[in-house]
C-alpha cells in the first residue's frame, strides 16, 4: 500500500518473535563468533565511485542493539537461550567474547546463538572487551541480579558526547546495591548480602541503557520495581520481550513506566532478533539521496514512521505491503528535486539520533535550506567536517546545523574522508554515492561496528563500492 503521512502502516512482523526454549539444542560450532587470533592490521578502506543508481531489493540484518542487550539479558538465565538473527558484527562478537569471558558457553552458526549461562563463575568481565562497545556495561545488571555481585570497567563506544553511568549506579543504588566507582571500574554488591529488593526510581531522562540495565536488575529483585521516566525505543520492547519469555514479570515496556516483580529464577528462551531500523533507515535514505528505487525487508513502518514521515514531505514515494518496504526518489516517479526539511532528534518515537548524520547529507542534496538540531548527544556533529570536504555548505553553531542545499552550490565533489564514529562514517558513505568522482574513506571499522555486509549490500543494488583491505601480519 502507498504511504502518505496521514497513513502510514503501523503493523508489526506477523511472525512470532518469542517462543518458550527449555531443551538443550544441538551445539553448532562457527567461526564467525570466536574471538579472532592477534594480528597486526592496517585500516581498511571503502573507495567509492559516485553516481551510480540503485535498484533491487536489500535484505535488512537484525537489530544490533536489540541483539546486545538480549545477549546481556542471557546471564539472568538457567539453562541455554537460542537467538536467531543475531547480526554478525564486531559489536556482536566482541559482547560474545565478553560474556566468554565470564564463563559461558556461546556457539553460533548463520545468524543464530546459543548461548548457556550456567557455567559463570566470575563477576568480572574482561575489561579490554567492555572498553570496546557502550553495550558491555549491561551486564552489571543481570550479574548483580544473579549472584548479588558485580566489577565492570567503564564503558567505551563511539565518542559523540557525555555518556555517563551515574544513572546507573543511582538506579542500582534503588535496588539495594552499595556501588563505587573507582580505578575506571564500578564495583557493586547487594547490601544485604543476599540479592537485590524492588525499589522505585526516576531516570533524569530516557536513556535506553539505563532502563535495559535496571530492567534486567529488577527481573531478579525480590519484590516489586517501578522504573518512570524509562526510554520507550523497540529494543526496550524487544530486550522486555526476551525477559518475558524467559519467565520474566515485565510490565509496561513502550510507555515511560516499567513495572516489575522479580522472580527467583529464570530460564533460557529462544527469541528473533527484530529487524535493525537504523539500518533500514539508512538503505531509506540511500535511496533518496541517489534518486533512485529500492526496496528492503524486514522492516517494521511504525519503527522508522518518522523518517517515513520526512521522506514523503521532501517528496518520495514510499510503500509497504506486510514487512517491505519501497522507497522511490527517481525524477520520474517523482515529478521534482526532493525538498529539504527540518529535523530535530528526539527520544522515540521521536526522529532518532542514530540516523542524523545520514539524513544530512540528504539535505545538502535537496531543494532549499534546511535546519537540523541534535538534542540526544551533544557532540554528534564529527560528520560535518568530513561533508564539508566533499564541498557540502554546512553551518554549525553548538548542537544546530544549518543545511545549504543543492541549488545554493552544495553539489558534492570526491575526496579522501575519516569515518569518526559509526552512524557518522555511513553517512560519508551515503554521501560518497553521491559524489562526482572517487571517494576514499578510511576508518570504515567504526562503520563494522553496526552494519553487516555494509559494502555487500550496496554493491547487490548497483553502487560501485570496494573495500580495501591492507595484508595482515601475526603478532
Not at 44 to 57: A, D, E, M, V, W
Not at 164 to 191: F, H
Not at 331 to 353: A, E, I, K, M, Y
Not at 441 to 459: C, T, W
Request: proline share 5%; hydrophobic share 40%; net charge neutral.
Amino acid at each position: 500500500m502507498a504511504l502518505s503521512s496521514s497513513t502510514l502502516c503501523h503493523q508489526n512482523l506477523t511472525k512470532p518473535y518469542f517462543i518458550s526454549f527449555h531443551k538443550q539444542p544441538h551445539i553448532l560450532s562457527h567461526p564467525q563468533f570466536q574471538t579472532p587470533p592477534k594480528t597486526l592490521t592496517l585500516d581498511p578502506k571503502f573507495t567509492i565511485t559516485g553516481g551510480c543508481k540503485l535498484s533491487g531489493h536489500v535484505p535488512i540484518s537484525g537489530s544490533k542493539n536489540s541483539a546486545l542487550s538480549i545477549l546481556a539479558a542471557t546471564l539472568c538465565c538457567s539453562g541455554t537461550s537460542k537467538l536467531h538473527g543475531v547480526p554478525n558484527l564486531s559489536d556482536t562478537r566482541t559482547m560474545a567474547s565478553i560474556l566468554r569471558s565470564l564463563g559461558a558457553e556461546i556457539e553460533a552458526c548463520n545468524g543464530e546463538m546459543w548461548v548457556n549461562a550456567d557455567g559463570v563463575g566470575s563477576v568480572e568481565p574482561c575489561p579490554e572487551d567492555i572498553g570496546k562497545i557502550r553495550g558491555g556495561f549491561f551486564v552489571i545488571g543481570p550479574l548483580l541480579a544473579r549472584f548479588g555481585e558485580a566489577v565492570v570497567a567503564l564503558p567505551g563506544g563511539c565518542d559523540i558526547g557525555t555518556r555517563p553511568v551515574d544513572l546507573y549506579i543511582r538506579g542500582l543504588r534503588a535496588l539495594g546495591a552499595i556501588v563505587e566507582l573507582g580505578d575506571g571500574k564500578v564495583r557493586a554488591q547487594a547490601a544485604n548480602g543476599r540479592g537485590l529488593v524492588g525499589g522505585r526510581f526516576k531516570l533524569d531522562h530516557p536513556s535506553v541503557g539505563a532502563t535495559e540495565t535496571l530492567m534486567m536488575a529488577a527481573c531478579m529483585a525480590d519484590g516489586v520495581t517501578v522504573l518512570s521516566n524509562v526510554a520507550k525505543e523497540p529494543e526496550v520492547i524487544d530486550l522486555a520481550r526476551f525477559l518475558t519469555g524467559s519467565g520474566a514479570c515485565v510490565e509496561g515496556a513502550g510507555s515511560d513506566t516499567l513495572y516489575i516483580k522479580g522472580k527467583n529464577q529464570l530460564h533460557g528462551s529462544e527469541c528473533m532478533v527484530p529487524p535493525d531500523r537504523i539500518e533500514a533507515g539508512t538503505f531509506m535514505l540511500a535511496a533518496a539521496i541517489t534518486r533512485s528505487s529500492i526496496s528492503m525487508s524486514p522492516v517494521i513502518p511504525s519503527h522508522v514512521a518518522c523518517l517515513i514521515d520526512k521522506l514523503l514531505a521532501a517528496g518520495c514515494k514510499i510503500t509497504c505491503a506486510h514487512d517491505t518496504l519501497e522507497v522511490s526518489a527517481v525524477p520520474d516517479d517523482v515529478g521534482h528535486n526532493l525538498q529539504g526539511f527540518d529535523v530535530r532528534t528526539c527520544p522515540f518515537p521521536g526522529f532518532p539520533t542514530d540516523l542524523q548524520p545520514q539524513t544530512m547529507v540528504l539535505l545538502t542534496t535537496c531543494d532549499g535550506s534546511s535546519i537540523v538540531e541534535e538534542t540526544v548527544f551533544e557532540n554528534r556533529m564529527g560528520h560535518v567536517r568530513e561533508l564539508q570536504k566533499l564541498g557540502a555548505r554546512i553551518r554549525v553553531c553548538g548542537s544546530t546545523a544549518v543545511i545549504c542545499g543543492k541549488e545554493k552550490g552544495s553539489a558534492l565533489l570526491s575526496s579522501h574522508l575519516v569515518a569518526k564514529d559509526l552512524r557518522g562514517g555511513v553517512s560519508l558513505v551515503l554521501a560518497g554515492l553521491a559524489a562526482e568522482g572517487v571517494t576514499e574513506i578510511s576508518g570504515i571499522a567504526h562503520i563494522d561496528r553496526g552494519y553487516e555486509n555494509l559494502d555487500a549490500k550496496l554493491r547487490l543494488l548497483g553502487a560501485d563500492i570496494k573495500r580495501l583491505i591492507p595484508l595482515a601480519s601475526p603478532l
